[in-house]
């Protein structure tokens, strides 16, 4: 199939599942564990969504405005994401133009040309208390192991990581936000809340840091 290797969920249908494990399905396109799309609602509790593949996000795709998805606790790791295409990336998550919230979730070992960890074009995408580590590119040449964050002038990104969130060891680089705005990351380097950051590689240019965050 081409979208959706093990779940898919399209219009304004709800999802809600608890210790679920989405394990080695694969889809054409989108979203090899779970996909996502036109208005949807997905809502995860203490799940694992395991050695998936897609072209476009490995284990988890969501796109479209109005459609949301949250997760509670878990793990997405050693999925991968094929596609070498600019806007083809995600191996752990895909989020493009809809809201993504991760709340003590492991995101880890996952590969991508772009965005190993996590992949968001427009919308808005936020980490909480979660690990996003050892995530690794298909190339050399390819961009942010870690977190990959794109804007649009007209709809703009926001990549929010907080409480105790922590983005290390990833291949390539960390992070690369781009078309946000490097107003709003300037703003909050500088802020009492802006904590201990070491090394931010490359084409950092939005994006913000609260609480006890630790990119390295």
């Known amino acids: 199939e081409n979208d959706g290797g093990a779940v898919i969920l399209l219009g304004k249908g709800i999802l809600l599942a608890f210790d679920t494990t989405l394990y080695k399905n694969s889809a054409g396109l989108r979203g090899g564990g779970l ?44 999925n991968k994401a094929l596609g070498t295409g600019t806007d083809q990336g995600g191996g752990g998550v895909s989020c493009v133009a809809s809201t993504c919230t991760f709340t003590n979730v492991t995101i880890s070992e996952n590969t991508a040309a772009i965005g190993s960890g ?19 590119c298909l190339r050399e040449s390819d961009a942010s192991g870690g977190v990959y964050c794109v804007g649009r002038s007209s709809l703009l990104t926001t990549c929010e990581v907080l409480d105790k969130s922590t983005v290390r060891n990833n291949g ?9 705005g490097i107003e709003e990351y300037e703003k909050y380097a500088d802020s009492s809340k802006h904590s201990e950051i070491n090394t931010l590689s490359e084409c950092i240019q939005a994006g913000k840091w609260f609480g006890d965050t630790d990119v390295k």
């Open 172 to 180: 390539c680089s960390q992070w690369a936000l781009s078309n946000g």
């Open 118 to 136: 996590c992949y968001q074009n427009r919308g808005t995408l936020t980490l909480r208390s979660s690990l996003v580590e050892k995530n690794e």
């Open 35 to 78: 996909y996502g799309s036109s208005g949807c609602k997905i809502v995860l509790y203490k799940s694992s969504i395991l050695e998936n593949t897609a072209t476009i996000g490995g284990g988890l795709s969501v796109k479209d405005s109005d459609s949301e998805v949250s997760m509670h606790g878990g793990t997405i790791a050693e």
